[in-house]
C-alpha cells in the first residue's frame, strides 16, 4: 500500500514538474514576443509584472511600469522608428493640365498661398533651397530635381540635417480643363519635432491641406490671368538638363 502511494506521489510530482517546465517555456516565448514586437504600454505592464513576481512593492512596480514605458516611447521617436513614412495624395484642380503643371514649377511662388512653406529659392533649374516651418520652428532643406517632363511629372531628391523627403508629383488630364494632381512622398524625419509629428501622421494631414491651398491658388489666380503664368518648360533626365525652357 505504502508502495503504491509512494508511486502515485512520484508520478504526480513528475507530472506537476512537467507542466510547470510547459508554462515557463510558454511564458518565455511570450514575453519575448512582447518585447520584440509590443508596444510601449504593453511593454510596461510586463516591468510592472516582473517587479511584482520580483518581490517589489505595488509602488515600485508602478514606477517600473512608467518608466519602462515612457522610454520605450522616446526610443521610437529618437532612435528605432528608421522606416520612412509614405505619402500618397491626390487632388483634382478644374484647369488645363498645362496650366497646372506650369503654375507648379513656379517653386518660389509657394510661400504667398502654402501656409507652411516660409521660403523657396530656385538656385538652378534643377536645384532648390527651401525653407519651411514645422511645429514652432523652421527647418531648411536642399532638394535636387532629377527628372522633369513637362506636364507629365517631377521627381526630386533632398537632403537635410533635420530630415528630408523624397518623391514624384505628376499631372493627369481628365479633361481639357480638369486635372489630377497626385504626388507621393518618401518622408525620412529627423529630430524631435519631425519623429513625434510622424508618429500622429501630422505630415500627412499638412500634405493635404497645402494640396488645397494649391487648387485654391491655381482656380482663383493663375485662371483669371493665366498668360502670366510661365512655367518652366525643360526636361531634366538622370540629373542632368537635356533641353531648356522654351
Not at 519623429?195 to 491641406?209: D, F, I, P, S
Request: overall charge positive.
Amino acid at each position: 500500500m505504502s508502495f503504491r502511494l509512494g508511486l502515485r506521489k512520484a508520478i504526480a510530482a513528475w507530472t506537476i514538474r512537467r507542466i510547470v517546465r510547459r508554462l515557463e517555456r510558454a511564458v518565455r516565448r511570450l514575453v519575448a514576443r512582447v518585447e520584440e514586437r509590443g508596444g510601449p504600454l504593453l511593454k510596461g505592464v510586463l516591468a510592472g509584472v516582473r517587479a511584482l513576481y520580483g518581490g517589489k512593492s505595488p509602488l515600485r512596480a508602478l514606477l517600473s511600469f512608467g518608466w519602462t514605458a515612457l522610454k520605450e516611447v522616446l526610443a521610437r521617436i529618437f532612435g528605432r522608428n528608421r522606416k520612412p513614412t509614405n505619402i500618397v495624395e491626390q487632388i483634382d484642380v478644374g484647369a488645363p493640365c498645362r496650366l497646372v503643371y506650369d503654375q507648379w514649377t513656379r517653386f518660389e511662388d509657394f510661400p504667398s498661398f502654402m501656409k507652411k512653406v516660409e521660403s523657396v529659392e530656385q538656385v538652378s533649374d534643377e536645384k532648390l533651397n527651401w525653407k519651411a516651418k514645422v511645429f514652432w520652428s523652421s527647418r531648411t532643406w536642399e532638394s535636387t530635381i532629377v527628372e522633369q517632363v513637362p506636364d507629365e511629372h517631377i521627381v526630386w531628391r533632398s537632403k537635410g540635417s533635420k530630415g528630408h523627403v523624397d518623391g514624384t508629383v505628376s499631372f493627369h488630364e481628365l479633361s481639357p480643363d480638369l486635372t489630377r494632381v497626385l504626388l507621393v512622398l518618401e518622408y525620412h524625419p529627423r529630430g524631435l519635432f519631425e519623429r513625434v509629428g510622424n508618429l500622429w501622421r501630422a505630415q500627412g494631414r499638412r500634405v493635404r491641406l497645402e494640396l488645397k491651398h494649391f487648387r485654391r491658388h491655381v482656380m482663383t489666380q493663375s485662371l483669371a490671368r493665366p498668360d502670366e503664368v510661365e512655367g518652366w518648360r525643360g526636361e531634366i533626365r538622370d540629373g542632368e538638363i537635356v533641353t531648356t525652357s522654351e
